[in-house]
């Protein structure tokens, strides 16, 4: 997944917690995962089989579904999946040789989790960056007086930083 460059290039990137931005218009984690399960993306993605269609179904349905969890699920999943694709005898005994059935899993998870991330990017892309920063004025000022008692942080640069949100 590439980030753009104002995400992926920024020498410090805040991200916070569900609901923070619904000043700015956008989703608590609760719609937005409700909106991600119902957007063409996973429509797409689930309505190619029943296995794929079970599994965005048992994830839009999990407990305490919210954004985070769903990521740590899909990402556990491929972690999971290329470690035992890559021990024979677990494809032996357990796949009984049939390692396409694990690469078709891991694709499915690296599927979902690529779409998640750029329906995350898509949400909040168009966020309106001055109102951001008012919004968030007040939390970066606690960030920055929270590392001024760290030793060894940059204090330069932390004062760089708040004066440049406040511009």
Do not use: C
Not at 6 to 29: D, E
Not at 39 to 53: C, F, G, L, P, Q
Not at 128 to 133: K, L, M, P, Q, V
Request: charged share 25%; hydrophobic share 40%; net charge negative.
């Amino acid at each position: 997944m590439k980030f753009p460059d104002p995400i992926g290039k920024a020498p410090v990137l805040f991200l916070t917690g569900a609901g923070a931005s619904v000043p700015l218009g956008r989703f608590t984690s609760a719609q937005f995962v409700n909106s991600f399960f119902n957007s063409a993306r996973v429509r797409d993605i689930a309505n190619r089989d029943k296995t794929t269609y079970g599994f965005t179904t048992f994830l839009q349905f999990k407990p305490q579904a919210d954004i985070e969890t769903i990521l740590s699920y899909l990402e556990a999943n491929v972690s999971a999946g290329e470690r035992f694709s890559s021990d024979p005898e677990f494809v032996k005994r357990v796949l009984y040789d049939n390692s396409p059935a694990l690469g078709a899993f891991i694709a499915m998870n690296l599927e979902l989790r690529d779409a998640l991330y750029a329906e995350i990017m898509d949400h909040f892309s168009d966020v309106d960056t001055e109102r951001a920063g008012q919004l968030y004025e007040p939390l970066l000022a606690d960030f920055i007086d929270w590392f001024r008692e760290v030793p060894g942080s940059d204090q330069r640069f932390l004062s760089s930083r708040l004066t440049t949100t406040r511009r």
